[in-house]
């Protein structure tokens, strides 16, 4: 009997301290999806079209990675039985596990739109060099200053996808982490 209480209180740790690392990863998403939405907000187009498939590409997998961020939350909130104020409220009905694998293959698809965009961003970088040479090496005031105008919108764009990415790379990998500790303790727990 002993050993079954001692099973028992040790699966209940193990539960009560997985739930508390993913409340706090789920803490952290919110502020990296914060970071992301005030890079979309200051995102603006070049008028380049190689240089704005790649913003736009990274803008597309951050507006992914914001939606999975909230859908997130909303679902560990669910499952937890709290509603948004963080009121516990046992009438709530918890998301099944095929809702949680649906969620991860959802997650999975962020990171195909991240390589997608990542696998934009060399060929925008060059353009973006290769548009700056070109307005170095105008004769006419009026194209110079058009050019280096165009220019700069366009190192402005790179730069967006390069502070960007890194956050949707770790954002993406937190959800995975997060989406696939809580299948596994849906699935050990028997708690379907």
């Given at each position: 009997?002993?050993?079954?209480?001692?099973?028992?209180?040790?699966?209940?740790m193990?539960?009560?301290?997985?739930?508390?690392?993913?409340?706090?990863?789920?803490?952290?998403?919110?502020?990296?999806?914060?970071?992301?939405?005030?890079?979309?907000d200051?995102?603006?187009?070049?008028?380049?079209?190689n240089?704005?498939?790649?913003?736009?590409?990274?803008?597309?997998?951050a507006?992914?990675?914001?939606?999975?961020?909230?859908?997130?939350e909303?679902?560990?909130?669910?499952?937890?039985?709290?509603?948004?104020?963080?009121?516990?409220?046992?009438?709530?009905?918890k998301?099944?596990?095929?809702?949680?694998?649906?969620?991860?293959?959802?997650?999975?698809?962020?990171?195909?739109?991240?390589?997608?965009?990542?696998?934009?961003?060399q060929?925008?970088?060059?353009?973006?060099?290769?548009?700056?040479?070109?307005?170095?090496?105008?004769?006419n005031?009026?194209?110079?200053?058009?050019?280096?105008?165009?220019?700069k919108?366009?190192?402005?764009?790179?730069?967006?996808?390069?502070?960007?990415?890194?956050?949707?790379?770790?954002?993406?990998?937190a959800?995975?982490k997060?989406?696939?500790?809580?299948?596994?303790?849906?699935?050990?727990?028997?708690?379907?």
């Amino acid at each position: 009997m002993k050993k079954y209480v001692l099973m028992l209180m040790s699966f209940f740790m193990m539960v009560c301290s997985a739930n508390a690392q993913i409340k706090d990863d789920i803490q952290k998403s919110k502020e990296r999806a914060a970071k992301l939405q005030t890079l979309c907000d200051d995102y603006k187009a070049s008028g380049n079209a190689n240089v704005d498939g790649y913003g736009d590409a990274v803008k597309n997998a951050a507006i992914l990675a914001i939606a999975n961020s909230v859908q997130l939350e909303n679902m560990y909130k669910r499952q937890i039985g709290e509603t948004q104020d963080g009121v516990t409220d046992v009438t709530i009905t918890k998301p099944t596990l095929d809702e949680w694998v649906t969620f991860a293959a959802t997650v999975a698809g962020e990171a195909a739109s991240i390589k997608t965009a990542t696998d934009k961003v060399q060929a925008a970088a060059n353009e973006a060099k290769k548009m700056a040479e070109e307005a170095s090496k105008q004769k006419n005031p009026m194209k110079a200053a058009k050019a280096v105008k165009t220019a700069k919108a366009a190192t402005v764009v790179v730069e967006f996808g390069n502070i960007a990415t890194p956050i949707l790379v770790e954002e993406s990998a937190a959800q995975a982490k997060a989406v696939k500790e809580i299948i596994e303790t849906l699935k050990s727990g028997k708690n379907l």
